[in-house]
């Protein structure tokens, strides 16, 4: 719950804002909450919080705002510098749980000890376990959405929201396989969304990321937004910009953030290539990555693959609107930026004795990519 204050924005603050908008800051994401940093919930200030107004709206309890004073250093309750990263206490939040629910499933998985469904609901606790070719996408309390390729061994730690919010306290462990998140997608902010490996810790503060885990360590990467990373034999955080990858080895050592590769340019069918992809070969590349999927963002995934070449045949596949997401993957296995090119699958038809239209199975062909 957030408390009305009649008190005048002090005119440093107004300046301050205007500043922002002059060069060109977007306002609502500058001031939003942004996420957690080990035990600390974090939040932006923005033009007339008060310490008061804050403890209420977080912990509930507005005379709390003596603890978020002295942990801060914040020399008037009333005037808290503009643009500061507040600490909170994770421990002063009171939370409730917030179950996610499966809204994919494609091939072979299990979720919560059972064959997972379409719908299932999901709690703290809950383990979800993905075959080959196999697929599975959780949605969250706050609309966050979570994909499961395949051979992907997820547990669910925390599934619970600060209550007064809508902000989610969610925490992963991906003991096996990768996934590909899209965090707080309204825009309203972050509360604490942490993923964890055997050898690192990444904090999400509202963005779309990828994770891998395996034998050989940890690797991410980020298409928008930015992570920070706690690797295991690392003094420091580290972060991740858009566009950028780490990469961390079975023994907690972080390699140097770098440029993820660019996304494969698409070169449009011939009729040499009548039931395929082609792309441009990326330099930097050591193999493709592809996925076919029913949405545009790439959740609703049906069929993913691998190849040492820009090209994908495509597989059998129902009549209807598709999508072919494809990057690019570096030497050090990180995943670049992705094209998505749409395409249609219509049926094929036979005419019976009285002209009538008879569908040949369900399985069709590529009529044409749509770029």
């Given amino acids: 719950m957030t408390t009305k204050t009649n008190r005048r924005i002090p005119e440093r603050g107004l300046l301050a804002v205007l500043f922002c908008i002059s060069l060109g800051w977007s306002l609502p994401a500058w001031t939003q909450p942004s996420g957690a940093q080990g035990e600390y919930f974090l939040h932006r ?36 510098p503009i643009g500061i990263m507040l600490r909170i206490p994770l421990g002063m939040i009171p939370r409730q749980e917030a179950p996610a629910r499966i809204v994919h499933v494609q091939g072979q998985a299990t979720a919560a000890g059972q064959v997972a469904a379409a719908d299932q609901p999901l709690s703290t606790g809950s383990r979800i376990q993905t075959g080959d070719n196999s697929h599975v996408t959780l949605e969250l309390a706050d609309g966050t959405l979570i994909s499961l390729p395949s ?17 989610g306290d969610t925490v992963l462990h991906v003991d096996q396989g990768s996934i590909d998140a899209s965090v707080a997608p309204d825009g309203q902010g972050v509360g604490r969304f942490e993923v964890r490996t055997p050898v690192a810790v990444t904090g999400v503060r509202g963005t779309r990321f990828r994770l891998h885990a395996d034998s050989n360590g940890q690797r991410q990467e980020v298409l928008h937004g930015r992570v920070h990373v706690s690797a295991e034999q690392e003094s420091n955080e580290l972060a991740v910009a858009a566009g950028q990858g780490l990469s961390i080895d079975s023994t907690g050592n972080a390699g140097e953030v770098r440029l993820l590769l660019p996304a494969p340019e698409p070169i449009a069918a011939t009729s040499a290539q009548p039931e395929g992809f082609s792309f441009q070969p990326v330099a930097g590349a050591v193999r493709y990555q592809a996925r076919q999927s029913s949405d ?31 990057s690019a993957v570096d030497a050090e296995g990180l995943q670049g930026a992705t094209t998505t090119v749409p395409f249609t699958i219509t ?15 369900s399985e069709g062909f590529l009529q044409s990519p749509l770029y």
Wanted: hydrophobic share 40%.
């Fill in 45 to 80: 200030v923005m033009a007339g919080d008060t310490l008061l107004q804050l403890s209420e709206r977080y912990t509930l309890r507005p005379d709390n705002w003596q603890t978020l004073q002295q942990l801060n250093r914040i020399a008037d309750p009333y005037a808290v």
């Fill in 347 to 361: 049926a094929r038809y036979v005419r019976s004795e009285d002209g009538q239209p008879i569908a040949l199975g």
């Fill in 151 to 167: 051979r992907t061994d997820l547990n669910l730690e925390n599934l619970q929201q600060f209550q007064g919010t809508k902000l």
């Fill in 296 to 326: 545009a963002d790439g959740h609703s995934v049906v069929a993913e693959w691998q190849a040492d070449a820009p090209w994908f045949s495509l597989p059998a596949a129902a009549p209807g609107e598709w999508y072919m997401q494809v």
